[in-house]
């Protein structure tokens, strides 16, 4: 099983961009899928997080009315969309899956792990 996250990149604040996440060696329409996020010298973080079935999703405070998640089981993959972008949202991004319809932000609670992509905003 492998999660390959991209999408990550430089941009000023207030820009925009769109993280991709594909999935192989699993199919991911019975998986919840999630975004983590670590800043240097912190702990990692929860983003968000979208059930299976997409009838559920959560999103940490800070990023609610500004980033999306979204997902297409047919094409493997997930996303995040993240609009206007600020300093303190910079991290590397880790997708995350797991089995079921969770949308916990709770770290261990997911199996499957991406290897992260650079997100970095300027100010």
């Known amino acids: 099983v492998q999660l390959q996250a991209s999408g990550g990149g430089k941009v000023q604040a207030g820009g925009s961009l769109s993280l991709s996440c594909a999935a192989s060696?699993?199919?991911?329409?019975?998986?919840?899928l999630a975004w983590f996020r670590q800043a240097p010298g912190k702990e990692r973080e929860f983003v968000a997080a979208?059930?299976?079935?997409?009838?559920?999703?959560n999103y940490r405070d800070s990023v609610k009315d500004r980033f999306t998640i979204s997902r297409d089981n047919a094409k493997n993959t997930a996303a995040l969309q993240m609009n206007n972008l600020q300093p303190e949202d910079t991290a590397v991004y880790y997708c995350a899956a797991d089995y079921g319809s969770k949308t916990t932000p709770d770290s261990r609670m997911y199996e499957y792990w991406g290897q992260g992509t650079q997100v970095t905003v300027s100010s």
């Open positions: 979208l059930s299976w079935n997409r009838g559920r999703s």
């Open positions: 060696g699993l199919s991911i329409s019975r998986y919840s």
